[in-house]
């Protein structure tokens, strides 16, 4: 069993609300210094329901990640849990980039890599959560998708795909190759063994620039863009807090609930 794992680098969540900045200007998050990314939470789902196909199955873990430099150590992560080998997607042109965009680079390196049974994706990215790339990445590669699966089996060339829905959970057969993008129903991530962490530390991650995926230049033209940011603002939330209060329990409950029944 051959995976693929398209795995992102997001903001620590873990940053304090007060450490989070956005410039509104060029609408874009300024990365808190000193706090380094980490892997998307439903990416690392989607290495740990590939880990469960390759306790079973045997085969091999390839990870990509488009990213800047850093993305290594989330690459390095996915290895320390299981995964064999990872390729870092790196280049000025891929900046930026739209859903679409993001979906053709890891298409073209998918198809560098070749050979692949599946093709994991998580359900969603855990920082702008479009949950557009491993739909879009189906498509450019001309094969089926399931998406939020919580649980993948492999059986004669197929995949039975458990996924959830609104009241409950379907199952779902699909054929080899297939993409699979992954829930966090799927259970925990493994914790790396020492074994694993020694082997990420010593393996070196390649670099693909367009030029090694062979990425057209028309594709990754922002010009060519589907979509674009028209504004980036984070949230402001207001509350207020007003005391209820009577001369006695019973009059301040009776004021309480006509506070309340003016509200609704
Ligand atoms: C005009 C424009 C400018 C933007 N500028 C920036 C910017 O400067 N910085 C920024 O961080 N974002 C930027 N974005 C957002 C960026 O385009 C999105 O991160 C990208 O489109 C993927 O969408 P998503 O993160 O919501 O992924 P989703 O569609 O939610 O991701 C689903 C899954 O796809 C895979 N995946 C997604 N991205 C990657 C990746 N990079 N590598 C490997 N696997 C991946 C993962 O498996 C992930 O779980 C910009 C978007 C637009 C439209």
């Known amino acids: 069993m051959n995976t693929i794992v ?22 874009k998050v300024i990365p808190p210094a000193g706090v380094p990314p980490v892997i998307s939470v439903y990416d690392e789902r989607a290495v740990e329901a590939a ?27 996915t290895i320390s849990m299981g995964a064999d080998e990872g390729f870092l997607l790196e280049d000025q042109a891929f900046e930026n980039l739209d859903s679409f965009g993001t ?27 479009a949950g557009q790339v491993g739909s879009i990445l189906a498509e450019i590669l001309g094969i089926p998708v399931v998406t ?27 054929p080899m ?11 925990l991530p493994r914790l790396p063994g020492g074994v694993g962490l020694m082997l990420a530390r010593k393996k070196q991650i390649p670099v693909w620039k367009a030029q090694d995926i062979g990425a057209e230049a028309s594709q990754l ?10 504004g980036l603002s984070v949230p402001t939330r207001k509350t207020e807090c007003e005391m209820v209060t009577g001369g006695t329990p019973g009059e301040a409950g009776v004021n309480l609930a006509e506070k309340i029944s ?3």
């Open 6 to 27: 398209c795995v992102k680098q997001v903001p620590d969540p873990e940053i304090p609300p007060a450490k989070f900045k956005i410039d509104p200007e060029t609408k």
């Open 262 to 264: 003016k509200l609704i």
């Open 51 to 77: 880990c469960r196909l390759k306790d079973k199955h045997k085969g091999k873990i390839t990870v990509i990640s488009m990213g800047s430099g850093k993305a290594s150590d989330v690459i390095k992560h």
């Open 148 to 174: 939020l699966a919580c649980d993948i089996q492999a059986a004669d060339k197929k995949f039975r795909v458990k996924r959830t829905v609104k009241d409950g959970f379907e199952v779902l057969e699909a």
């Open 177 to 187: 190759p297939s993409l699979v993008t992954v829930s966090s129903e799927i259970g």
């Open 103 to 129: 979906a053709y680079v890891l298409a073209k390196a998918i198809q560098k890599i070749g050979g692949y049974d599946l093709v994991l994706c998580g359900r969603q990215a855990a920082d702008w959560g």
């Open 221 to 230: 033209d922002k010009a060519n863009a589907h979509t674009e940011i028209t």
